[in-house]
């Protein structure tokens, strides 16, 4: 579904991809797993047009997407959450959803995808009215997935999901994540917490400092001694 060949990416003089190739399969969850600063978040934002690649190709169903502009990849299906949720604070949890299906104009279908995001976050459902920036942080996660979705993505991109969340609630959105999944979304997971990132996923890729280092099932990298070592803790 995706194929990424030797992307390189810049932030001005600092070379944040260094020739990134890696594959996402239709109907998989893939994880992308790294210290911070390793180019994870650089990454997806390549896909998404956020950050233009300066070489290397981006190729999604067969198309080539390195040089299209944000709107018009998330018209061919790809949608991100972004780290740190990023949702319009000063909207209602309702205007936030509607955002997110800003490219449709399929009237009974975003209806569809509304009730889906409902079924799977019934407390947005419950607080439709409520200003977006009152929410807590998983919330605030919660509606940040939900408006991704309303664009009914086929490639769902995930930053660091987990990120800033209590045990529980992380356990929530995870469950959440396989769900999406069995819909029938794929997904391209970037999480610092790894070990939950490989127990969801099919397929990992280790990055370092703009690298793609390893890539294997990601239950050969749970019981990759080096994996294990420098990002389960063990």
Known sequence: MLRLQEVHAHYGAIHALRGVSLEVEEGQIVTLIGANGAGKSSTLMAISGIIRPTAGRIIFEGEDLTHLPSHAIVRRGISQVPEGRRIFPKLTIMENLEMGA?????????????????????????????????????????????????????????DEPSLGLAPKLVETIFEVIREINAQGTTIMLVEQNAHMALRVAARGYVMEVGLIVLTDEAENLMANEKVRSAYLGE
Do not use: N
């Open 102 to 158: 800003y490219t449709r104009a399929d009237t009974a279908q975003i209806r569809q995808d509304l009730d889906r995001v409902f079924l799977l976050f019934p407390l947005l459902k419950d607080r439709q009215s409520q200003l977006s920036g009152t929410l807590s942080g998983g919330e605030q996660q919660m509606l940040a997935i939900g408006r991704a979705l309303m664009a009914r993505p086929r490639l769902l991109l995930l």
